[in-house]
């Protein structure tokens, strides 16, 4: 890894009309995200959309254009409504065959688990045309990676086993580490010397948060960087800052 | 209402770096979502992004375009890193004055709570020349409306109230009604019955989601459309489904 190389960059199109209705809430991002982190990769934009096969096709392209990876979500079980591999294959100007290795993943499964194949099973085992394959550990129907796209299921407990299975070959950049300061402070009280540090340390993303812990205010302010020695000294400066307005530093 | 005319449609901007480095677990796509749902507006796509005036520019331009609602969350706080309304100005080409209506409002809230007004926390009296305030119940410093952009809060708190105050200056268009029939199915099992019952009914939107409650695997599959009375009958169809299948309908 190359410190002074750009980190590589992410995006995650979230793909299912369910999310958009407020039936379901999205926890994927979270756990994707912090992934990122962990990883060094920067998670630049987050998408969500409908399963309609343009705005699918249209922004896998439009991300993968812009982002070192782009990681879907949802849409590739057998029913109707999952059109995410024909959309990814479309996306790529590609055929979308049976793979012969995810059909015999899948017969096992079905196998052991006691249900009959079927043609709606199956299309399970379509994988655009020089894809590989992502292992799912949880109920065998892979996901898949062509080029710099990665397609994963949206439930949850598949998504993250998907997701870990291919951790290892994702480019790694410089991890971003964080400090937070916890105070009883109004944001209006520190956003003047906030500015100032802000402009002092330009290599660091400063944050203010404003929010409720156990019903009382409490503003969180967060430095992020690569460096962790200037970290340490910003967060000694963001502590000083709370000091210096009256306020209280209540976590560290 | 016109029960013919096409419906209103709705984007979100969700702006944070919080939101992209998984620290902060947005709720408020969800709060929109359902009011949406409510109200007719069809609600089309999400967005996160990071607090880059580039990206947030370029976002709101290209959302306001094409959907009759944008809604932003985040970034009009009164320190350096709340950038909202810089961005949407320029995105419209006018300046960002102090309004005499947002100002008194805050001195008002300010001297209620015991704090000095200062310069920083007097920037969030900066409205883009043109726009309308939004009441903010909670904490006094407005949103704004710009045409068909309306930039809240991030604080969920604050958000629903802003949201809430605007919604009956909103259109509305014909609400999408949902009926959802739970099964102890695999998709795999109704994908035939339900690819056919989607033909025979092309103005509902059936979706199917595989999921968990109390570590049983359920799935639910979700009609949703304009027309309650053929809602009623989708979903006596796909309890049939369930029934031909072997299934139990576990909740309805």
Redesign the interface.
């Known amino acids: 890894m190359d410190n002074h190389a750009p980190a590589p960059t992410a995006a995650v199109l979230l793909i299912?009309?369910?999310?958009?209705?407020?039936?379901?809430?999205?926890?994927n991002?979270?756990?994707?995200?912090?992934r990122?982190?962990a990883k060094g990769i920067r998670?630049?934009?987050?998408?969500?959309?409908?399963?309609v096969p343009e705005?699918i096709i249209n922004s896998v392209n439009e991300l993968r254009a812009r982002h070192t990876y782009v990681f879907t979500t949802g849409g590739i079980?057998?029913?109707?409504?999952d059109i995410t591999a024909d959309c990814i294959a479309e996306a790529f100007g590609v055929s979308l065959p049976i793979h012969p290795e995810a059909k015999a993943r899948l017969l096992a499964h079905f196998k052991t688990i006691g249900?009959e194949s079927?043609?709606?099973?199956l299309?399970m085992a379509r994988i655009p045309e020089g894809a590989s394959l992502v292992d799912n550990s949880v109920s065998a129907a892979p996901g898949f990676r062509i080029h710099n796209v990665f397609a994963f299921a949206g439930?949850p407990?598949i998504m993250q086993a998907m997701l870990d299975s291919v951790l290892p070959e994702l480019e790694s950049g410089p991890v971003?580490h964080?400090v937070t300061v916890i105070s009883n402070l109004?944001?209006?009280?520190?956003?003047?010397p906030?500015?100032k540090l802000?402009e002092q340390y330009p290599a660091v993303?400063?944050?203010?948060?404003?929010?409720?812990v156990a019903d009382s205010f409490r503003l969180s302010l967060?430095a992020?960087g690569t460096d962790e020695a200037q970290l340490d000294q910003v967060k000694i400066a963001l502590q000083q800052i709370i000091v210096d307005q009256g306020g209280v530093v209540l976590q560290d």
């Open positions: 299912g009309n369910e999310l958009l209705s407020g039936r379901t809430q999205d926890i991002l979270a756990y994707i995200a912090k990122m982190v998670l630049q934009e987050a998408r969500m959309i409908q399963d705005v079980g057998p029913t109707h409504d249900v079927n043609e709606d099973r299309r439930v407990r971003l964080s109004g944001e209006g009280a520190v956003a003047a906030l500015r802000q993303d400063l944050g203010s948060y404003p929010g409720k967060v992020r």
